[in-house]
């Protein structure tokens, strides 16, 4: 097979595997993400564009470990009842929805950036529709609140989202340095977040106060939750002292798995392994069209576009990646992406302006982020979440968190 070939069978795969992974399931082909990304994969190694030597280490198996150490860590908070505790105590503290809206907000960014956004999102939405239907409150507010918070606390540390983790890996910033720049961001990216959806939701936020009908609290189970907060604070401390992230977190994982004494079936059913399946399928699509330099080639045809200078660079940068984002899905469009990065003026920088763009650049629509799909799927009995009723929000939120976070990141350079 000689180069041009293989670009050509390389890229159809390609574009194959990401129109199923970015659209709904097709009736005549009915595959979910994973298993389309599993597809793809396959394809790479059959037509000959990889061999499977060379597909094992296309896998980045460090931000699989790191994944798979955060989710165990969430799985010991599951059973320890802590979202359920949580999700308990934000009503009680709600004097009024406004004051409801703003800790979700809190809640839903704060965790996210501690865990994983996915993790929360599917571990807090049945919990917040609960609580919000106990209320008797509007739904709508709450749920825009739990997504679009998820995607923008979730900047703020190399463990808060996959895309986060997978720059993490690829640009040896340390976790110290990358919240250092990030975090700011994250806070201004919250508060703006929140005052959009005040604004926004005022007419059917106006109530006087939450209907508190008496239901049983659930009972945190504090010896489970007390030994996760330890291991979570030193692993955290592990991360701050520059040490391996994915084995930190796993060694964590680990030590909560050996001093919990609970059956450990039921914490590994709590794990997500569909993700990691995706993940793992999918570097070996991306460095198969990567091996081909096709990446490298379109970015040479792009680079006049993004300017000279960091500013014009990191300004222009944004706003293609929430494009591609939203078109490609943003941990894909990372994986292509950051090929490109070492050749920008101030790649630090410019790896920076990837995660945040990527990761603000959810909540532009429904489909935006696997959060936001979590969030609408999983209260999809209890209210239609339309494509219309979300962008009315997530378009200026994506905007203006956009902005306002790439003007931090350049201030904070």
């Not at 802590?82 to 009503?91: D, G, I, N, S, T």
């Not at 599917?122 to 995607?151: D, E």
């Not at 919250?190 to 006087?208: D, E, M, S």
């Not at 504090?222 to 996760?228: D, P």
């Amino acid at each position: 097979m000689n180069h041009w070939q293989q670009e050509l069978i390389a890229g159809a795969i390609f574009a194959i595997t990401y129109v199923l992974i970015s659209g709904r399931q097709l009736k005549i082909l009915p595959l979910n993400r994973p298993a389309a990304a599993l597809l793809g994969a396959v394809l790479m190694i059959a037509t000959g564009v990889m061999t499977p030597e060379r597909a094992y280490r296309a896998i980045n198996y460090d931000t699989l470990v790191l994944l798979l150490g955060m989710m165990l860590i969430s799985a010991y908070l599951d059973l320890a009842h802590f979202f359920e505790w949580a999700a308990e105590l934000v009503l009680n503290f709600s004097r009024t929805p406004v004051h409801l809206l703003l800790y979700v907000t809190l809640t839903s960014g704060i965790l996210s950036a501690l865990l994983v956004n996915d993790t929360i999102c599917l571990m807090l939405t049945p919990l917040v529709v609960a609580v919000i239907r106990r209320g008797k409150l509007p739904l709508l507010p709450y749920l825009v609140a739990l997504a679009t918070s998820a995607n923008i606390g979730s900047v703020a540390t190399l463990v808060g989202n996959p895309q986060n983790m997978i720059i993490g890996h690829f640009s040896h910033i340390s976790f110290p340095e990358f919240s250092r720049s990030l975090l700011p961001a994250a806070a201004v990216g919250l508060a703006i977040n929140f005052f959009i959806l005040r604004f926004g939701f005022r007419k059917i936020l106006r109530v006087t106060a939450i209907d508190r009908a008496d239901y049983p609290a659930p009972k945190l189970e504090s010896g489970l939750f007390a030994l996760v907060c330890v291991v979570l604070v030193s692993i955290f401390g592990g991360f701050l002292a520059g040490l391996n992230l994915a084995w930190t977190a796993m060694a964590g994982a680990a030590l909560v798995m050996v001093l919990a004494r609970r059956d450990t079936h039921g914490v590994l059913k709590l794990v997500d392994w569909h993700l990691l399946l995706f993940f793992a399928a999918l570097f070996i699509v991306v460095d198969g069209l990567s091996d081909t330099g096709l990446p490298a080639a379109i970015y040479s045809r792009l680079q006049p576009i993004f300017g000279s200078s960091a500013p014009a660079q990191a300004w222009n940068l944004t706003w293609f990646s929430v494009v591609g984002s939203n078109v490609f899905s943003n941990v894909p469009f990372v994986l292509v992406a950051g090929n490109w990065i070492a050749r920008f003026a101030e790649p630090a920088l410019m790896w920076k302006v990837l995660a945040l763009s990527t990761t603000f650049g959810g909540n532009l629509t429904i489909v935006g982020s696997v959060a936001n799909m979590i969030v609408v799927e999983s209260a999809r009995d209890h209210i239609q979440v339309g494509f219309w009723d979300y962008a009315r929000f997530g378009i200026p939120i994506t905007i203006l968190t956009t902005a306002a976070g790439v003007t931090v990141l350049l201030v904070l350079r």
